[in-house]
């Protein structure tokens, strides 16, 4: 455990870490690590994003965009203090369902909050960016047939999927 802290600590850029709300906990910082300008991972208690500067312009604090991608983000650490990291992350690694299902309900919960918070996300922007993750979530089809799922009112979240929206408000 102690080596992932020191890793992590190695990754972060140099812009100074966002620092979180209470509310958002477990996670405490959102803070710039080595990917591309679009990228966005969790290892609790931190968010890693490309480029903070930006991600920050496109989500100013408490918009409906920053709280909905916080939320899905949130998700994942939930299900890592749950699980334990070193578990999540081989797992994550290694298994596509898991992987699939983990992503699957984090964008679940970014659509939906941003939605209830008044900001429409397009369903091609879910489709494409779902299609994106490597190794891959699922088959290009079952991308499809889910998000449109989502859109259609049919997807029906697992309950404490549905708690972690409804304690949002
Ligand atoms: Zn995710």
């Known amino acids: 455990m102690k080596s992932y802290i020191v890793l992590l600590l ?28 679009g990228w966005v991972t969790t290892i609790s208690p931190f968010v890693f994003v490309g480029d903070l500067e930006k991600f920050l312009e496109k989500r100013p604090v408490d918009s409906a965009p ?3 991608i916080l939320l899905h983000e949130r998700w994942h650490a939930l299900t ?11 797992k ?12 699957r ?3 679940y919960l970014e659509i939906e909050l941003a939605m209830r918070q008044g900001h429409w996300i397009d ?20 991308i499809d047939e889910w998000v449109d799922s989502v859109y259609n009112g049919s997807f029906v979240p697992p309950p404490g999927i549905k708690a972690l929206l409804d304690s949002f408000e």
Not at 15 to 34: A, C, F, M, R, Y
Not at 80 to 90: A, D, I, P, V
Not at 133 to 138: E, I, V
């Open 10 to 37: 190695l990754l972060i850029g140099c812009n100074i870490p966002h620092k979180l709300d209470d509310k958002w906990e477990p996670l405490t910082h959102v803070v710039e690590g080595p990917g591309g300008s």
């Open 66 to 68: 920053y709280n909905s």
């Open 80 to 90: 890592q203090e749950e699980m334990g990291l070193e578990e999540f992350l081989l």
């Open 92 to 103: 994550y690694a290694t298994n596509q369902k898991f992987r699939w299902e983990q992503e």
């Open 105 to 107: 309900l984090g964008w």
């Open 123 to 142: 369903p091609r922007i879910v489709k494409s960016g779902l299609k994106k993750y490597t190794p891959s979530l699922a088959s290009d089809s079952e």
